[in-house]
């Protein structure tokens, strides 16, 4: 889905981009010529410095295909509540939290609670050396 | 798969922590062996992340473990070149170290002294006061590491770990009120702890086969409900649940007659009736489920699930008789 996302943003910046250098030829196109006809007596400034219909609706296009394409490419939303959140952990474990390309997000730990369990700060690497040990005999 | 290396692996199954291992060399030829500490130098260079030193601190323990000293010693040497030999959780990880190395109890002693003459120079080294009272438990002195670590938690008393630590300590010598009163203390610190919650219903539990059987089972009750509350689905807190709720329908109790106010009434035997129903609906959904293979129930152990059916069927055994 990443490609459609980046794609769909992609072109929506070059239209953009296409759009506000129209809007900048258009402006120097006008000046240039209301320097021209200025030497002449009749002036019809007012009705041409607005900017045609085709500009604008490209500028608003390429800024609603922009927005669809970022909105399309974020992640995928959390659940705000605690404990469905935490019954999402416990039910899914990892494959709740793969990212739109499959792989795990970076910032899934788990349970956060876990480490009170398992207390890193004071494994008993001894106990568990042993314990891997007879788990390798067994295999 | 790597990201299983940015949380600390020892509850780990040992084929998890082999694959971790297997990794080592890999990750070790990839990564940088020295981040420069200089500002300009890390501004023009690979920009060093919290993950990598994560990654090696969880690798090492793996590496250990598995009995890869040469790696986990490159680990260190990584580790203790970028933050210094002197930082606390790096001189821990040393000792860590040579504790796997020791191979009898002379050793250890002379490591215990290490620790000591650490401590005394720096009292509030936190991460070395853990290892002492790991180590000493390890050695079988569980009384003296109950004692290092109580002290441990005068200095700082909102150390969960520590407290939790504590609990398992009291737990492993039987002295229930005390562990129950340390595991409190965790969710004082941590109220929204789901399994800490489950572990205390657990224990008190297990204390009610012993003295004073109503308050416990009120308490474990109170308990496993709570961790069901935060935490949808809980296998582990619906299970506990279970197991309580039998014990309370197979033997009514008398009407409470300690009417203490500040004590937790056993609820009337409809809503324990009504709580069993409900535990036993969900068990039974969640190992449905998880059997047929849906593919947002696969988060449970397989032990657990095993455990989940035995206790259902033992159950409509009961009722079928």
Redesign the interface.
Same mark, same amino acid.
């Given at each position: 889905m990443t490609w459609i996302s980046k794609s769909t943003t992609g072109f929506g910046l070059l239209l953009l981009a296409h759009a506000c250098y129209s809007a900048h030829e258009h402006s120097a196109l006008q000046s240039h010529r209301a320097a021209s006809l200025s030497s002449l007596p009749t002036t019809q400034s007012g009705s041409t410095t607005s900017l045609p219909i085709d500009i604008t609706i490209e500028t608003v296009l390429a800024t609603l295909m922009i927005c669809l394409g970022l909105v399309s490419g974020t992640s995928r939303l959390r659940p705000i509540q !605690?404990? %469905?959140w935490?019954?999402?952990? @416990? #039910? @899914? =474990? &990892?494959?709740?939290f793969t990212n739109s390309s499959g @792989? %795990?997000e970076?910032d899934? /730990?788990?349970?956060p609670? #876990? +480490? +009170? &369990?398992?207390?890193? =700060?004071? /494994?008993?690497? #001894?106990?568990? #050396?042993k @314990?891997?040990?007879e !788990? /390798?005999k067994g295999q | 798969m790597s990201s299983s290396l940015l949380r600390p692996p020892s509850h780990l199954p040992p084929a998890t922590a082999l694959h971790n291992s297997q990794q080592a060399p890999n990750i070790l030829n990839n990564s940088p062996g020295a981040v420069s500490t200089s500002v300009i130098q890390s501004l023009l260079s690979t920009s060093e992340s919290q993950e990598l030193w994560t990654t090696y601190e969880n690798l090492l323990l793996s590496l250990l473990r598995t009995g890869d000293d040469d790696s986990a010693h490159l680990c260190l040497a990584r580790l203790a070149k970028r933050f210094g030999d002197d930082n606390e959780r790096v001189m821990a990880l040393k000792g860590l170290i040579k504790e796997a190395d020791a191979n009898d109890t002379a050793t250890l002693e002379i490591i215990l002294k290490e620790y000591d003459q650490i401590l005394q120079d720096n009292p509030t080294n936190l991460p070395i006061v853990k290892r002492r009272v790991a180590l000493l438990r390890s050695m079988g002195r569980t009384p003296e590491s109950i004692t290092a670590l109580i002290s441990l938690l005068d200095v700082s008393p909102t150390d969960a770990e520590a407290w939790a630590e504590l609990a398992d300590l009291y737990f492993s010598q039987g002295l229930y009120s005390q562990a129950i009163f340390a595991l409190e203390e965790v969710l004082v610190l941590q109220p929204n702890a789901w399994n800490v919650h489950a572990r205390l219903g657990e224990m008190l539990l297990m204390a009610s086969k012993t003295s004073d059987a109503p308050r416990h089972l009120a308490e474990a009750l109170k308990r496993f409900s709570r961790s069901i509350e935060l935490c949808d689905d809980y296998l582990r807190g619906y299970y506990g649940l279970k197991l309580t709720t039998t014990q309370l329908l197979s033997e009514p109790q008398k009407a409470s007659k300690q009417t203490e106010p500040d004590e937790l009434a056993v609820p009337s035997s409809a809503t324990v009736q009504k709580l069993d129903e409900a535990a036993t609906e969900k068990l039974a959904e969640i190992v449905r489920r998880h059997t047929a293979g849906e593919r947002d129930w696969q988060g449970y152990e397989e032990a657990e699930i095993t455990a989940a059916r035995e206790l259902l069927e033992k159950a409509s055994e009961k009722t079928v008789r």
């Open positions: !605690w404990r %469905v935490a019954g999402q952990i @416990e #039910r @899914e =474990g &990892e494959a709740g @792989e %795990v970076k899934y /730990v788990g349970n609670f #876990r +480490l +009170l &369990e398992s207390r890193p =700060g004071f /494994v008993d690497i #001894r106990k568990q #050396r @314990e891997f040990a !788990w /390798v | -």
